[in-house]
């Protein structure tokens, strides 16, 4: 999805440092059905659950470790981890938080949290707020009740969490909730080529429900660029190919 819009919702709690955003994000996916266990995607990789008929979701947590990309300065690229609420079918909001690793053309990698309601543009958090890097175990929570246009999201390194409160113009549907690894598009400081770092393999566990539909990411040569295997509440992505 292409997000165009001005920033509506900033992050409020505490005094987090809001620094540029990409003008893409989000990339677009076909849309799924509620019976669908194995899909395939333009740019997700991960796993989701669908809520069943009069049920909705108001919250989605998942843990990992990050990569460590390398510093190839031949190779710039970005990869982007979250977790949302909503999104799957393809309406607004996607009510989402997760973290960007992008290698420019120099070979030094960054690392950034952020926050996004879509179709708002995301608030990336300052370093100075909530830091991590490649090796380190981080948790991601998502809380939002079903119509709200106001969530919570929650990040942990050890001993260390940031909550940030951000809202959206549309209200939160809990149709659905995703842990994915995506390719990102149209970072700051990243060639706009699309090139899905390589990050070897990511497991995101401890997911607040066991996700029933695996994604793997296309690549633009009509293979894969990574593939997902469930086990109970752990999705393990593995990266294929940029």
Known sequence: MKFTAIL????????????PHPTVRKSSHHRRTLGARNEQSDDWAGGVTQAGEGETFNNVAGTFKIPDVGDDEDAAGAVTIWVGVDGWSNQDPVVQAGVDIVRDDDGDVT???????TPDPPSY?????????????????????????SGQAIFTNG?????????????ARGHEVEWIVERIRGVEDTPDTGNLLDFGTIDITDTSVAPVIAVDMKNAQGGLGATTALDGNKVTVTWQSG
């Not at 509506?8 to 620094?19: F, N, Y």
């Not at 690392?111 to 309601?117: F, R």
């Not at 100075?128 to 809380?143: L, N, P, R, S, Y």
């Not at 260390?160 to 959206?168: C, H, I, L, R, V």
């Open 8 to 19: 509506s919702a900033a992050i409020l709690a505490t005094t987090a440092l809001a620094v």
């Open 111 to 117: 690392y950034k949290a952020w926050t996004e309601w």
């Open 125 to 149: 958090i300052g370093e100075g707020d909530f830091a991590f890097t490649a090796g380190d175990t981080i948790k991601v929570e998502v809380h939002v009740e079903p119509g709200s246009t």
């Open 159 to 171: 001993d260390e969490s940031y909550t940030a409160d951000f809202s959206g113009s549309a209200g």
